[in-house]
């Protein structure tokens, strides 16, 4: 018998309800009563893994210390958990069929029909316990991507249902993600598309142990007694996740709704111990009751869609409630900042971040954007390319190298003070070919961000191709756009900050992937101090 439980959570009626913030407050719960638990999470997209999907159509890329490009839902899990995911943590339809093929392909089926079942399904369970046969966790919360009925997720559902059935009903549960939509002509909550779900659920083989229903509006007493009744649960098992002002307010609306009380009552585990939310409670007084606020502007090319900048939206929730205040962030497209417009989009900001992407549309604006903040003594954040177009707008302004560029948008540059790596340039292929994960970065004594760390070696996360071009180091630093932070192994600058302007710093790596409620990142916190006190003076 299994000593891991594994918990599923399914989504039914529509996308988008929220189940990854539901799997990261139930083991939230679950963790703050002592127990090892860690997420994962199934999609069921054939793409290998979401690193080659534009931001518009997956929102952002989250990327672990051990270089997994993954689905953005890893971000909640870790800042809620603070603990670090892996590749184990997130699996593709892309990733099982391509596993599975290469075993055919070696001929470890032994001549056998490859099928979707047995041989995907036994893929799937034997990547769900991959973190369960560690040792180290005593509950796997596995979210399964897209909603119940869709036909990419059906070998998944299969793959639970056969969990389930081996593994007994005290060390497996499905917990079903639901709407409870309020219809207004009528003036009333309706369950029908919960039953309906809830019934194509059961169609495949498995009945939902707890159901959580999404919902605008409060559950009567009588609404989950039919919602028990009609789809197989306790009545306590109805569980109501009304709409809230944050989602970290979701994990305290969990505990009094009980959901990590059934959950362990179905598991067979101890209901002993009260879970320790002091911390996180804190955390969200400090949030929710602001001493002040200040307006910071987000440069990107992808701002229509806010998950595509998730990590450091949430980043900015946990440096603000450090600092007592709340971050407004004014998106901004970087395609719409021009001579023209800038002063007009810019001029009321307490600071600005220019934003990690890829490709040349959009850079003469965050360009721009650079300058703005340089000669306006505006603090200033610069992560990835942010970090690279800040170098380029010093090297074309100061330096007077007015064709300076990146390689990435003009091959033909005289000046590439920002170049592909060298063992980079005869790759094609764009899968997993960046600069990924946690790499060590040495910190300049006496730097900016020698002073926020407190370190003298920090160790970040990457995703990028393009590198500072150590050949303009010199020129570079006798000007004043010093490199305060070096990669040990290669040489390669990580960091650059001028030290005669208020705050002004750009890395090559992305803080926000580990900032997390139990730790802020120590950038961000000091990033918005610097724009707080920026904002007061002028006030």
Known sequence: ?????????????????????????LAKLLQARGYRVTIQKLDPYINVDPGTLNPYEHGECYVTDDGAETDLDLGHYERFLNVNTSQANNVTTGRI????????????????????IPHITNEIKERVQLLGNTGDYDIIITEIGGTVGDIESLPYIEAVRQMKWEMGDDNALVIHLTLVPYLSAAGELKTKPTQHSVKTLMESGIRADILVCRTEHELSKDLRRKLAL????KEEAVIQSIDASTIYDVPNMMLEEGLDTVTLQKL?????????????????????????????????????????????LEAFIHAGAENEVKVKVEFIHSEHINAKTIGKKLSKLDGILVAPGFGE????????????????????LGICLGMQMAVIEFAR???????????????????????????????TNMGGTMRLGSW??????????????????????????????NKYREQFEEAGLIATGINPDTELVEIVEIPNHPWFVGVQYHPEYKSTVANPHPLFVAFVKAVHEHSSKKK
């Open 440 to 469: 060590k970065c040495d910190l300049k004594k006496g730097s900016i961000v020698s002073k926020i760390y407190k370190s003298k070696t920090i160790e970040e996360r990457h995703r990028h191709r393009y590198e500072y071009n």
């Open 361 to 380: 549309r959009g850079i003469e604006g965050k360009v721009a954007a650079v300058k703005y903040a340089r000669e306006n003594n505006l603090p200033f």
């Open 97 to 116: 069929y391509q596993s599975v093929i290469e075993k055919e392909r070696r001929g470890e089926f032994l001549g056998k029909t490859v099928q979707v």
């Open 268 to 312: 067979n585990l101890k209901d002993s111990k009260k879970p320790d939310l002091k911390q996180w409670n804190k955390f969200l007084q400090r949030h929710k009751n602001p001493k002040g606020d200040v307006h910071i502007g987000l440069i990107g090319k992808y701002v229509e869609l806010q998950d595509s900048y998730k990590s450091i």
């Open 230 to 233: 009609f789809c197989n649960v």
């Open 397 to 427: 302004n100061v330096l007077k190298l007015k064709d300076a560029n990146s390689t990435e948008m003009d091959s033909q540059t005289k000046n590439p003070v920002i170049s592909i790596m060298e063992d980079q340039k005869n790759i």
């Open 1 to 25: 018998m299994s000593t891991t439980k594994y918990i599923f959570v399914t989504g039914g009626v529509s996308s988008s309800l929220g189940k990854g913030i539901i799997a990261a407050s």
